[in-house]
């Protein structure tokens, strides 16, 4: 189930961007956040902790369900699996198209690269 951000979480609004300048991250743009909007948001968390446990509880209920190590884990072999079978049916494209070729060349039909191409 798809949640909006305000459901398990305290969105922070930000000050525009700021460029990284070293690092890894070098010429990438992150967030300034504010700091303004983080004070009135740990304030509405000190002033409404029931709001906040209610808010930690589907967090964590779409943690467990989203990126448990199991879930994390079958979504990650999902995807190795179909990287594999596309490699096979790849490989398998590339011998019919070379046997093609092969037979192609056998029978003296000008193929692309043969040396045999019109002119």
Known sequence: MLRSAEENSYPLKIDGLTEITFGAFKGHMWAKPS???????????????????AKGSVARK????????????????????????????????AAVS???????????????GSGKEEL
């Open 98 to 112: 070379e046997a093609a070729v092969e037979a192609a060349g056998a029978a003296g039909v000008a193929t692309p």
């Open 35 to 53: 700091v303004s909007h983080l004070r009135e948001l740990m304030r509405r968390v000190v002033e409404h902790p029931e709001e906040a446990l």
């Open 62 to 93: 779409d943690m467990v369900e989203k990126y448990s190590p199991a879930v994390v884990t079958k979504g990650m072999v999902a995807r190795l699996r179909k990287l594999v079978a596309d490699k096979r049916e790849r490989r398998k494209q």
